[in-house]
């Protein structure tokens, strides 16, 4: 793991560039004496790690205590994507314009993407509990297809938030019963691209015995900031 740059925040947070091979990453960790616990956080479908939403909660949970680390992985932000990652982009984008189905396209690209990420995922982790300052237990926040895959074979995944706006491929749906570690999970009543019914079913097929449902009301982008503050209580009671 190298480090490319830092900066000290308003927050006193400190924000630090890195790259692990091939693996672009930001690390954000607080003022602190000792070494504190992990959070994951992953943003939905590829999206950057640099996306606004996801920084500001980074800052908030560092703010509370946690070192907290995204990348970009294989596929998402400005990694290069395969010629048939962005063909299945491109279809996606004429079907949802025409209202036509999109499941098959998604899982074209998606399921892939899941595949690729998870082990660059647990490469940045086994660098990030090297760090002096980073002593685990480890939490995982955001992307909920990604979040299963790690839960299921990433022993050190002490709790996880998923966030249940991206599109979840059938391979991870399988996989929801083996996921048995304490669970938040977010839903926006209302997000036009994520049935209702197949979110209720995915949280009723996880495994975990300790699993809350949080939903609101509102689109896709519209979950309330006091759910990034019970996302931090969430982790206080299972990695502190």
């Not at 606004?52 to 800052?59: E, I």
Request: charged share 25%; glycine share 10%.
């Amino acid at each position: 793991m190298q480090f490319l740059s830092e900066q000290r925040l308003d927050d006193g947070v400190l924000e630090r560039e890195f790259t692990l091979g091939e693996i672009p990453g930001t690390l954000w960790t607080p003022e602190s004496a000792g070494p504190v616990p992990l959070i994951l956080m992953a943003h939905n479908n590829g999206l950057p790690k640099g996306a606004a939403r996801l920084v500001a909660r980074a800052r908030h949970s560092a703010s509370c205590g946690y070192a907290v680390a995204s990348i970009d992985a294989y596929g998402c932000g400005d990694r290069p994507r395969s010629a048939a990652d962005e063909q299945a982009r491109a279809a996606l984008r004429r079907a949802m314009q025409a209202g036509e189905p999109v499941d098959e396209i998604f899982e074209s690209f998606i399921g892939p993407l899941v595949h690729k990420a998870v082990p660059e995922w647990r490469t940045t982790l086994d660098a990030l509990l090297a760090l002096p300052e980073i002593g685990g237990p480890v939490g995982y926040s955001g992307w909920t297809a990604v979040g299963i895959r790690l839960a299921v074979t990433e022993p050190r995944i002490a709790a996880a938030g998923f966030f249940a706006g991206g599109y979840v491929p059938r391979a991870q749906r399988e996989e929801a019963p083996e996921v048995t570690i304490p669970l938040l999970f977010l839903l926006q009543w209302d997000d036009e691209g994520n049935p209702r019914q197949r979110a209720l079913d995915l949280f009723d097929a996880f495994g975990a015995t300790e699993k809350t449902l949080h939903a609101n009301p509102g689109g896709h982008t519209g979950t309330p900031w006091f759910e990034v503050e019970d996302g931090n209580r969430f982790f206080d009671r299972h990695l502190k």
